[in-house]
C-alpha cells in the first residue's frame, strides 16, 4: 500500500469513478472515495499531528498498536487507522471488468476448505449480511487457514495478527445511493467486480508473513 505513514493523503482510485458501472455507480463511488476516505484520513492526520510518537508508525502499525494506547486515542486511531486501510483495502479489491473467479493457490484454498466457489460465495454473502449495523465481511488467512469474518465499525483484522485477502464494505454509504436499505443486491454486484488476481496476490503475500 503507498502512502503507509503520515502525512497521509488520499491516493487516486486506481481505476475511474465509473469504471465498476453497472455494479458499484460513480456517484456512490465519488462520495465514497472522496467524502468518507477523505475524513478518515484528515482526522488521522490530525490525531498523528498531535501526537508526534506515532507520526513514524505505518498504516498497519497504527491499527497494530491502537489496543495498547489509553482508551480515548486508543478508540479514535482505531476508528480513523481503520478508516484508512480499510477503504484502501476494499477500494483495491475491486475491478471491472473482473476475473470470474480465482485461479491459483488461493482458488485450490478455497476449494480444498470450502468445497466450491459457489460454497465460498454463499458463506461470505451470509456473513456480509450478518453484519449488525456497520461494518466489513473480510476472508483472511490466520496462519494456518482461510477464515471469513466480519468486524464492526472501522475495526480491522490486521489487530487481531490476521492477514487481509478481501474485503466488502458494508457500511450503508457503499450501497445506499443504488440498492436503499438492500444489502443483498449490494454484496450480489460486489460479487461481480471481485479483483481475484488482487485477492491471489495477497493471498501469496500472508502465507510469506503472518
Ligand atoms: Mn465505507
Same mark, same amino acid.
Given at each position: 500500500?503507498?502512502? *503507509?505513514? #503520515?502525512?497521509?493523503?488520499?491516493?487516486?482510485?486506481?481505476?475511474?469513478?465509473?469504471? /465498476?458501472?453497472?455494479?458499484? $455507480?460513480?456517484?456512490?463511488?465519488?462520495?465514497?472515495? $472522496?467524502?468518507?476516505?477523505?475524513?478518515?484520513? $484528515?482526522?488521522? *492526520?490530525?490525531?498523528?499531528?498531535?501526537?508526534?510518537?506515532?507520526? %513514524?508508525?505505518?498504516?498497519?502499525?497504527?491499527?497494530?498498536?491502537?489496543?495498547?494506547?489509553?482508551?480515548?486515542?486508543?478508540? #479514535?486511531?482505531?476508528?480513523?487507522?481503520?478508516?484508512?486501510?480499510?477503504?484502501?483495502?476494499?477500494?483495491?479489491?475491486?475491478?471491472?471488468?473482473?476475473?470470474?473467479?480465482?485461479?491459483?493457490?488461493?482458488?485450490?484454498? @478455497? @476449494?480444498?476448505?470450502?468445497?466450491?466457489?459457489? %460454497?465460498?460465495?454463499?458463506?461470505?454473502?451470509?456473513?456480509?449480511?450478518?453484519?449488525?449495523?456497520?461494518?466489513?465481511?473480510?476472508?483472511?488467512?490466520?496462519?494456518?487457514?482461510?477464515?471469513?469474518?466480519?468486524?464492526?465499525?472501522?475495526?480491522?483484522?490486521?489487530?487481531?495478527? /490476521?492477514?487481509?485477502?478481501?474485503? /466488502? $464494505?458494508?457500511?450503508?454509504?457503499?450501497?445506499?445511493? %443504488?440498492?436503499?436499505?438492500?444489502?443483498?443486491?449490494?454484496?450480489?454486484?460486489?460479487?461481480?467486480?471481485?479483483?481475484?488476481?488482487?485477492?491471489?496476490?495477497?493471498?501469496?503475500?500472508?502465507?510469506?508473513?503472518?
Amino acid at each position: 500500500m503507498e502512502n *503507509n505513514r #503520515y502525512p497521509f493523503v488520499n491516493t487516486p482510485l486506481p481505476y475511474a469513478y465509473d469504471a /465498476l458501472e453497472p455494479f458499484i $455507480d460513480e456517484k456512490t463511488m465519488r462520495l465514497h472515495h $472522496d467524502k468518507h476516505l477523505q475524513a478518515y484520513i $484528515d482526522n488521522l *492526520n490530525a490525531l498523528l499531528r498531535r501526537h508526534p510518537r506515532l507520526q %513514524k508508525l505505518t498504516l498497519e502499525q497504527l491499527i497494530q498498536c491502537a489496543g495498547k494506547l489509553p482508551r480515548n486515542l486508543g478508540t #479514535y486511531l482505531r476508528n480513523n487507522a481503520g478508516g484508512v486501510y480499510n477503504h484502501r483495502f476494499f477500494f483495491e479489491g475491486l475491478c471491472n471488468p473482473a476475473p470470474r473467479e480465482p485461479s491459483g493457490p488461493l482458488m485450490e484454498q @478455497i @476449494i480444498r476448505q470450502f468445497g466450491s466457489l459457489e %460454497k465460498f460465495r454463499s458463506a461470505f454473502s451470509a456473513a456480509a449480511l450478518s453484519v449488525f449495523g456497520s461494518g466489513y465481511a473480510w476472508l483472511v488467512w490466520d496462519g494456518c487457514k482461510l477464515r471469513i469474518l466480519t468486524t464492526p465499525n472501522q475495526n480491522s483484522p490486521l489487530a487481531q495478527g /490476521l492477514c487481509p485477502i478481501l474485503t /466488502l $464494505d458494508v457500511w450503508e454509504h457503499a450501497y445506499y445511493l %443504488k440498492h436503499y436499505n438492500v444489502r443483498a443486491g449490494y454484496v450480489e454486484d460486489w460479487m461481480q467486480v471481485i479483483n481475484w488476481q488482487a485477492a491471489g496476490q495477497n493471498f501469496m503475500r500472508c502465507q510469506k508473513c503472518v
